[in-house]
T-cell receptor, first 111, second 115 residues
Framework: GQQVMQIPQYQHVQEGEDFTTYCNSS?????IQWYKQRPGGHPVFLIQ?????EVKKQKRLTFQFGEAKKNSSLHITATQTTDVGTYFC???????????FGTGTRLKVLA | DVKVTQSSRYLVKRTGEKVFLECVQD?????MFWYRQDPGLGLRLIYF???????EKGDIPEGYSVSREKKERFSLILESASTNQTSMYLC??????????????FGPGTRLTVL
């Protein structure tokens, strides 16, 4: 079955530093979603990537979908304390309704 | 404003009890999901429903059942609660608008403790 690996599991950064989390799948994906979960909160949708090689930006966040559609990344430029939380990737393979959530990357930003 | 609500934020039950977790969405979404979230394991799909009275097993359905009698309501049932079902339970919904699987909207979660 499909396996999703998200790395790193934890990341502590100083405020102003950059941060990247990676999501790798063992199978070719149809699309991938990214979610953010603040401490004590529930996951909130950030973005969906569909096309091979796609790059999307949301202010300081840059999302990429690999050319082979087997991996994705989320990069945050100049982190702020409001970026604290756990970031999940949720890829989906074609022919299935299921999004398999990664284990998440927990980001801590030190002021 | 989009809303998914869950019947309880915190629940404490005893081993062997029958437990009902309720989820209601007000967005007229076709799809509804139940996940459980455990530290280090991320979110794991228990069951999915794509229409009233329709359901599909997710990755970890053992020990759980679901009911969807109305479009807006999706219930998760633990027939006989066990301590290994202590977890955070998250409900989500999504639409099929445009023929694709869109973003999932999550409820606040129910933290269930089974003693």
């Amino acid at each position: 079955g499909q396996q999703v690996m998200q790395i790193p599991q934890y990341q502590h950064v100083q405020e102003g530093e950059d941060f990247t989390t990676y999501c790798n799948s063992s199978t070719t994906l149809s699309n991938i979603q990214w979610y953010k979960q603040r401490p004590g909160g529930h996951p909130v949708f950030l973005i969906q990537l569909v096309k091979s090689g796609e790059v999307k930006k949301q202010k300081r966040l840059t999302f990429q979908f690999g050319e082979a559609k087997k991996n994705s990344s989320l990069h945050i430029t100049a982190t702020q304390t409001t970026d604290v939380g756990t970031y999940f990737c949720a890829p989906r393979t074609s022919g299935t309704y299921k999004y398999i959530f990664g284990t998440g990357t927990r980001l801590k930003v030190l002021a | 404003d989009v809303k998914v609500t869950q019947s309880s934020r915190y629940l404490v039950k005893r081993t062997g009890e029958k437990v009902f977790l309720e989820c209601v969405q007000d967005m007229d979404h076709e799809n509804m999901f139940w996940y459980r979230q455990d530290p280090g394991l991320g979110l794991r799909l228990i069951y999915f429903s794509y229409d009233v009275k329709m359901k599909e097993k997710g990755d970890i359905p053992e020990g759980y059942s679901v009911s969807r009698e109305k479009k807006e309501r999706f219930s998760l049932i633990l027939e006989s609660a066990s301590t290994n079902q202590t977890s955070m339970y998250l409900c989500a919904s999504s639409s099929l608008a445009g023929g694709s699987y869109n973003e999932q909207f999550f409820g606040p979660g129910t933290r269930l403790t089974v003693l």
